[in-house]
């Protein structure tokens, strides 16, 4: 079994930054591609960006040129950089793993999320 844990969120003011992190822990052989959703207080989570094993990223509009996705397949971990904070980007980040093969035998894991951390951007 593999998890996925989340730090670095926290309170900050508009036009500030964060930088979060996220490690994949358990019997992991390799991880397709890792990334980052959000859920804003009320509303559905949605999709933030993407990174693949080969650094290939790719973003939803709404934080391009401000989050930068990035990742350590070494040590099974991804990072998201976030600057320019504006309060609509409050909300619980979750990290994501679309696939996640496990030891001994590449058993697969698919779809994989963490448990969240809090961002919360004040005006």
């Known amino acids: 079994q593999a998890q996925l844990k989340e730090s670095g969120g926290g309170l900050v003011q508009a036009g500030g930054s964060l930088r979060l992190s996220c490690v994949a822990s358990?019997?992991?052989?390799?991880?397709?591609?890792m990334g980052w959703y959000r859920q804003a207080p009320g509303k559905e989570r949605v999709w933030v960006a993407t990174i693949t094993s080969g650094g290939n990223a790719v973003y939803q509009d709404f934080v391009l040129g401000r989050f930068t996705i990035s990742r350590d397949n070494v040590n099974n971990a991804v990072y998201l950089q976030m600057n320019s904070l504006k309060p609509e980007d409050t909300g619980v980040y979750f990290c994501?793993?679309?696939?996640?093969?496990?030891?001994?035998?590449?058993?697969?894991?698919?779809?994989?999320y963490g448990q969240g951390t809090q961002v919360t951007v004040s005006s």
């Open positions: 994501h793993c679309d696939e996640i093969l496990t030891t001994p035998h590449d058993f697969p894991m698919f779809d994989i």
């Open positions: 358990g019997a992991i052989s390799s991880i397709n591609r």
